[in-house]
């Protein structure tokens, strides 16, 4: 389908650019070592897919020390790479870079004849799908690859504000400025059949080749809810941790295309895709909450302020409130199942701001008792206002040592993220002895991409077994031999 131009079209083109903000500075501490780290590893896998046969060729943006270390990998792999432009400007402010396209040798003299009448769908050697629709807009371009993605499925000019509530993950190509991608090529739709099995042979090589934490987080970023809107040749995208904006073909009036994931967001804000602020009850407002808080502050001491208040889910490392309602339900149903009828104290060590615990107790009403201890003094004052009640049940101190843990010393259950005895193997063997002495059942749990591997391998490695009832975030488990 190609888009012709019409009379909303402006004359001008704005040069090229690219910026980039964070929704909160806690989206800034988390996402963008992850977003670096999947940038790393898709221009890695691009290339590699050449080897594969996935792809006939790629197009791989370097620059400074880069390109020396990749040029001595493509040569040992047995690749050629012929610089086809040079970026003066980076994307999003970053170091000038070169565009190399890299490929087979035998397949370089065929591309040198033939690409320049040809898309760089066809060059890559995508779908014919992709190719076929790629060679209908090359005339008339969308407002950018994205508009033109969408117009696949429906006419753009006559649809302004649309709502996509489906998509293919690998096919969303919003963020394809700032290298987040799941597919080198730009797809037809946005609901490509060919893109989606390309993308499930891509992923055996992020796996294969170490990338399996990337991948979890790349289709993460490609799945949440975001809104792309262009006007007088600005595009603009929003999503619940990230803003970015460049340049596109220039409208005189504003378009809006809207991804809608069904998930709530967990940043707010008054317009989609944030969460509308709740409409507080009087007790809930603000200056409510100020007053209740002033005669608390006095009590402290002068000079002294109380805690930040920190989002639970960002602060135990999560993107948002239903990613880790998610997890934290894995566990509770493998406590539920271990539990049973018991009643009692509950250990959860690495408690951070209790989130977890308070969940796993509320699920048995009054029957549980919940014990935290935690190294870090920031997260466990956290725990302590969120729970003022039992604020003393939580205790800052070092896991491995059982001196610092709270309560009788003696619980029904005990909760443990397993890696935690592969990161400090040194100390290990004396945690899980004192924990079987203390707990009558013991939980162990990995959330999904943690980087040393899922809770079955993690067990196996660490000869444990997980007794039936459990779940792959979660189990009861039984120490081995190796352990007593």
């Known amino acids: 389908m190609?888009?012709?131009?019409?009379?909303?079209?402006?004359?001008?083109?704005?040069?090229?650019?690219?910026?980039?903000?964070?929704?909160?500075?806690?989206?800034?501490?988390?996402?963008q070592p992850r977003i670096e780290r999947v940038i790393k590893a898709a221009t890695h896998v691009e290339w590699l897919s050449v080897l594969s046969n996935l792809y006939r060729a790629a197009i791989v943006s370097l620059s400074g020390d880069e390109i020396g270390r990749a040029a001595v990998d493509w040569f040992r792999a047995g690749l050629v790479a012929v610089p086809i432009r040079t970026r003066n400007r980076g994307v999003g402010g970053a170091r000038p870079s070169t565009d190399f396209l890299v490929t087979r040798p035998e397949v370089v003299d065929t591309l040198d004849a033939s690409a320049a009448k040809s898309s760089a769908e066809w060059v890559l050697g995508a779908p014919e799908c992709c190719i076929d629709a790629a060679r209908s807009t090359a005339p008339r371009p969308g407002l950018d690859s994205f508009s033109r993605l969408v117009a696949a499925t429906g006419n753009l000019a006559d649809h302004r504000d649309r709502v996509i509530k489906e998509w293919e993950p690998a096919s969303n190509i919003a963020f394809r400025v700032r290298g987040l991608r799941a597919v080198p090529h730009v797809p037809c739709a946005l609901d490509c059949v060919a893109t989606g099995e390309l993308w499930n042979a891509l992923s055996e090589l992020w796996d294969r080749h170490g990338y399996s934490v990337e991948r979890a987080w790349l289709l993460e970023l490609l799945s949440m809810s975001l809104e792309w809107s262009a006007l007088h040749g600005i595009a603009e995208v929003k999503t619940p941790l990230f803003r970015m904006i460049y340049d596109c073909r220039a409208t005189a009036s504003k378009h809006v295309i809207r991804l809608d994931s069904g998930v709530a967001s967990s940043t707010r804000g008054v317009r989609f895709p944030?969460?509308?602020?709740?409409?507080?009850l009087v007790t809930h407002s603000a200056s409510f909450r100020r007053g209740i808080d002033a005669p608390l502050l006095s009590l402290r001491g002068p000079g002294t302020t109380s805690v930040a208040?920190?989002?639970?889910w960002l602060e135990n490392g999560f993107s948002s409130m239903d990613a880790m309602g998610r997890c934290h339900s894995l566990v509770v149903e493998a406590v539920t199942v271990g539990l049973q009828a018991r009643v009692g104290g509950v250990l959860d060590l690495g408690c951070g701001n209790g989130a977890l615990l308070r969940r796993i107790c509320a699920a048995r009403d009054s029957a549980?008792?919940?014990?935290?201890?935690?190294?870090?003094?920031?997260?466990?004052?956290?725990?302590?206002e969120l729970d003022a009640e039992r604020a003393d049940h939580y205790c800052i101190g070092d896991m491995f040592d059982p001196l610092t843990w709270p309560g009788p010393k003696r619980y029904t259950l005990g909760v443990l993220m397993l890696g935690r005895l592969i990161e400090r193997e040194h100390l290990a063997a004396t945690l899980?002895?004192?924990l079987r002495a203390a707990c009558e059942v013991i939980v162990l749990y990995v959330y999904p991409g943690y980087p040393l591997g899922s809770l079955a391998s993690l067990a196996a490695r660490?000869?444990?077994?997980?007794?039936?009832?459990?779940?792959?975030?979660?189990?009861?488990?039984?120490?081995?031999?190796s352990w007593v």
């Open 432 to 434: 899980a002895r004192t």
């Open 368 to 384: 549980l008792i919940p014990w935290g201890v935690d190294a870090n003094a920031a997260t466990v004052r956290h725990a302590r």
């Open 274 to 280: 944030y969460a509308p602020p709740p409409r507080n």
């Open 2 to 31: 190609s888009v012709e131009a019409s009379s909303d079209d402006l004359d001008f083109r704005l040069p090229p650019f690219t910026r980039w903000s964070w929704a909160s500075p806690s989206a800034l501490a988390i996402w």
């Open 309 to 312: 208040p920190v989002s639970t």
């Open 462 to 481: 660490a000869d444990i077994a997980l007794l039936p009832g459990g779940n792959e975030v979660a189990g009861v488990g039984e120490f081995g031999r």
